[in-house]
């Protein structure tokens, strides 16, 4: 239990740090790139801290970000659109290795606005279990 706390722990400073990026309105090229490596980051945070909630709580290993997001699922911390919406988000964590591709690069930052709040939820709604 304590890594799991302590998971949570750095899922929550992650994702504090990516919503200083994610709220602004107009950002410029470098903000944009920096908000997907926040991103990342916290993307990271908070599948592991997930991972972690579902092997210690829910007793069940998982290997992989998309395996987690369906397991969220079946064990109620996600419903299905919201599951949807995760696997769709590991898809995209996966392309940001293609940022240097303007057009990859717009349609992710599109997206983590929405992603930002799923990770927040996700990390909420396993605290309130632990």
């Known amino acids: 239990m ?6 949570i722990n750095s899922a929550e400073k992650a994702l504090a740090s990516f919503h200083e990026l994610v709220i ?14 926040r991103f990342e980051f916290s993307f990271e945070a ?10 210690d709580i829910e007793g ?4 992989s970000p998309k ?11 996600l419903t299905e659109e ?3 919406q995760g696997i769709q988000m590991v898809n995209d964590r996966n392309l940001t290795v293609h940022t240097y591709n ?6 992710i930052h599109s997206n983590l606005k929405q992603y ?3 990770l927040v939820s996700i990390i909420e709604r396993m605290k309130t279990k632990v």
Do not use: F, H, M
Not at 2 to 7: A, G, K, N, S, W
Not at 46 to 55: D, E, F, G, S, T
Not at 60 to 63: L, N, P
């Open 46 to 55: 908070c599948w592991k801290a997930a991972k972690q909630y579902l092997y």
């Open 82 to 84: 919201e599951a949807i």
């Open 60 to 63: 069940i290993d998982v290997a």
């Open 102 to 107: 303007e057009e990859v690069a717009i349609k």
């Open 2 to 7: 304590e890594r799991l706390q302590l998971r």
């Open 116 to 118: 930002k709040e799923l």
């Open 24 to 37: 602004l309105t107009n950002p410029n090229q470098v903000e944009r790139d920096a908000s997907i490596q």
């Open 67 to 77: 395996g987690v997001i369906r397991s969220l699922r079946e064990n109620n911390i």
